[in-house]
C-alpha cells in the first residue's frame, strides 16, 4: 500500500470555500482520494482532503514559518493569520 503524507482525517469543524481548479488538477485530486480510500478504508470526499493537504502543505513551508515567527511570539495561531 501506498504511503501516503496526508494521516487519517480527524474529526473537523469546517468553514466553506470555494476556488476554480484546472482539469489536470482534479484528476490528480481525484486519484489521491481514490489511494486515501484503499490506504484508510474510508472514503473522503475531495472536499473533506484537500483543506487538510493545504494545512500541511502551508504548516510545512519553512519560509512561511520564518515569516510568522513574530505572530507566534505574540501567541498567533494558523487560524488567527
Known amino acids: 500500500m501506498a504511503a501516503l503524507k496526508l494521516g487519517k482525517l480527524p474529526d473537523r469543524e469546517m468553514t466553506k470555500i470555494t476556488f476554480t481548479l484546472s482539469a489536470e488538477l482534479k484528476a490528480l485530486l481525484d ?3 481514490y489511494l486515501y480510500e484503499k490506504e484508510y478504508g474510508r472514503k473522503e470526499a475531495i472536499n473533506d482532503l484537500v483543506p487538510h493537504m493545504l494545512e500541511t502543505f502551508i504548516k510545512n513551508d519553512r ?3 520564518r515569516s510568522r515567527k513574530p505572530a ?3 501567541n498567533t495561531k ?3 493569520v
Open 31 to 33: 486519484q489521491y482520494a
Open 72 to 74: 507566534e511570539r505574540n
Open 63 to 65: 519560509g512561511f514559518r
Open 78 to 80: 494558523i487560524s488567527d
